[in-house]
């Protein structure tokens, strides 16, 4: 049989979407992902939770850019780490504007927004006027 009429013979379910399938909500939210010196990360996060971000996720990486040889040869290994909240964008405006204004001009760091969409995004839904 031609391999053009097999489909005549099987009975095949029409494909849904997975986020139609298991009546997923999602959130368009973004990411904000800031990388830079460890000195500074843990300041970077408690002003993001006064902005209003619910949490954070903080990773140590590795990695080679402008001014990461700075740091290397001081301490003898790199002391990067990636700080990463999603937020609203009202939220995400205040973060990347903090850390642009207090730390670009003396530490290691860079910072950049993308679009993300999550599910449970209730637990995103705090925002004050912190």
């Known amino acids: 049989m031609a391999r053009g009429n097999l489909s005549r013979f099987l009975l095949l379910p029409k494909p849904i979407p997975l986020v139609e399938r298991f009546f997923v909500q999602l959130y368009p939210l973004k990411l904000v992902s ?3 010196e460890t000195v500074i990360m843990e300041e970077i996060a408690q002003r993001a939770l006064r902005f209003g971000a619910t949490g ?8 080679h850019g402008s001014r990461s040889a700075r740091n290397v ?3 003898g290994e790199a002391k990067t780490m990636k700080l990463e909240f999603v937020v609203s964008m009202e939220i995400a405006e205040k973060i990347v504007k903090y850390v642009s ?3 670009f001009e003396h ?3 860079i ?9 449970r995004g209730e637990q ?7």
Request: net charge negative; aromatic share 14%.
């Open 73 to 75: 040869n001081l301490t």
């Open 34 to 36: 800031v990388v830079g």
């Open 124 to 130: 995103y839904a705090v925002e004050t006027s912190r």
């Open 107 to 109: 530490y290691a760091c």
């Open 111 to 119: 910072a950049w927004l993308s679009d993300v969409q999550v599910m």
């Open 56 to 63: 954070y996720s903080m990773t140590d990486i590795n990695g």
């Open 101 to 103: 204004q207090e730390y």
